[in-house]
C-alpha cells in the first residue's frame, strides 16, 4: 500500500505550508469576537486509518480518503476554507477528489466555509432538510434556538437532502447519517469504519448537543420548536447506544482531541484516541447541562 506523501514531508514543512502568510487573503466574518482564535492554524494530521483532521484549531473539519474520491465532513467558518484546502493537498491528496462535503448543523462557525469549499471541489454538499434549506438559501432557520444571534451563510450549490439513516459512499467509503437534532432543528451525525491493517473501529463525528441559545429562547413551551427538549433525548440516545470506539466532535476540545494528541505524541499506549465510553460521557455532560437549563427557565 503507497503511503499518502505527507508521510514523506517533515511537520514543520507541513505547517508552514498552511502557515497565514502563505494562504490566500479571506474577509473576516463580521461580528465574530472567536473566530480569529478559532481559525488559528492547526497541523494536519491521522486520526485513525483513512481518517484525518484538517480543520483549524478551533472548529473541526474532518476528511476520510480513499483511492476512489474523499469525503469531507463540516467546513468551519469562511475564511478557514482556504487552510482546509491546503491542509488537504499537504497531506498529499487533491482537492478535486472530495466528492461529498457532510453537513453536521448549519451555524456559521461550521458550515461557513462550505460555500468556497464546494466551489474548489465541485463536490455534492449533504444535509438533513432543515438545513439544506438554510444552506441553500443563506437564510437561517427561524425555528433556531440562535435564530436571532446568528450570522449570515453564503448560498451553497449543489445541495442534497439526506433521507434520515441515509448512508453516503464513495467508493469502499460508507458514512451514515443520524438526526441529531436539539442544538439546531436538523442537526446531523455521522459515522464510519476506519482501519489500521486488520484492526478497524467504529467513529463517530457527533453534532452539537448543547442547549445553547440566543437571551430570548425557551427551550419549553416553545411554540416555536415545541419538540425542542424530545429532540435533544433522541440525540442523547442515540450517543448512549451507537457502537463509539472513536469519538470526534464539531469542536475538537469536547472531545479532550487536544489531549488525545499530545498523549499520543508522548508515546501513551494503548492509542489515548480510542475511548470507547467517551459518547456515552458526552450524552450525560449534555443532559446534565439541558436539565440545568430547563431548571434555569423554569425560575428553580
Known amino acids: 500500500m503507497n503511503l499518502p506523501r505527507a508521510a514523506l514531508i517533515p511537520l514543520t514543512l507541513l505547517f508552514a505550508m498552511t502557515s497565514p502568510a502563505l494562504l490566500p487573503a479571506q474577509t473576516p466574518t463580521p461580528n465574530c469576537s472567536s473566530c480569529a482564535k478559532w481559525n488559528t492554524p492547526q497541523e494536519p494530521f491521522r486520526i485513525y486509518g483513512n481518517t484525518y483532521y484538517v480543520g483549524p484549531h478551533g472548529i473541526s473539519s474532518i476528511l476520510i480518503t480513499s483511492p476512489k474520491g474523499h469525503i469531507l465532513i463540516d467546513g468551519a467558518i469562511s475564511e478557514s476554507a482556504p487552510q482546509i484546502a491546503a491542509h488537504i493537498r499537504s497531506l498529499g491528496f487533491r482537492v478535486e477528489d472530495v466528492k461529498f462535503i457532510l453537513s453536521t448543523h448549519i451555524h456559521f462557525d461550521h458550515a461557513g466555509g462550505i460555500a468556497e469549499l464546494q466551489r474548489m471541489t465541485g463536490a455534492t454538499v449533504m444535509a438533513s432538510p432543515s438545513s439544506a434549506t438554510v444552506l441553500s438559501t443563506g437564510r437561517n432557520d427561524p425555528a433556531d434556538p440562535q435564530?436571532?444571534?446568528l450570522l449570515p451563510l453564503d448560498k451553497v450549490a449543489n445541495v442534497k437532502v439526506l433521507t434520515p439513516g441515509e448512508t453516503v459512499h464513495v467508493g469502499p467509503l460508507a458514512l451514515t447519517s443520524h438526526p441529531t437534532p436539539g442544538h439546531t432543528p436538523g442537526g446531523t451525525s455521522w459515522t464510519w469504519t476506519s482501519c489500521e491493517g486488520s484492526v478497524c473501529h467504529s467513529l463517530v463525528y457527533a453534532d452539537s448537543v448543547s442547549a445553547v441559545s440566543s437571551d430570548n429562547?425557551?427551550?419549553?413551551?416553545?411554540?416555536?420548536n415545541p419538540h425542542a427538549i424530545q429532540d435533544?433525548?433522541?440525540s442523547f440516545a442515540f450517543l448512549e447506544t451507537v457502537?463509539?470506539?472513536v469519538l470526534l466532535t464539531a469542536h475538537p476540545e469536547v472531545a479532550d482531541l487536544w489531549d488525545k494528541l499530545e498523549k499520543r505524541k508522548a508515546g501513551v499506549t494503548p492509542d489515548p484516541m480510542?475511548?470507547?465510553?467517551?459518547?456515552r460521557e458526552l450524552a450525560q455532560n449534555a443532559r446534565h447541562q439541558l436539565d440545568l437549563r430547563i431548571a434555569k427557565e423554569n425560575g428553580k
Open 147 to 149: 435564530f436571532e444571534i
Open 217 to 224: 429562547y425557551k427551550f419549553t413551551h416553545n411554540p416555536t
Open 232 to 234: 435533544f433525548e433522541k
Open 243 to 245: 457502537p463509539c470506539d
Open 274 to 279: 480510542v475511548n470507547p465510553g467517551q459518547c
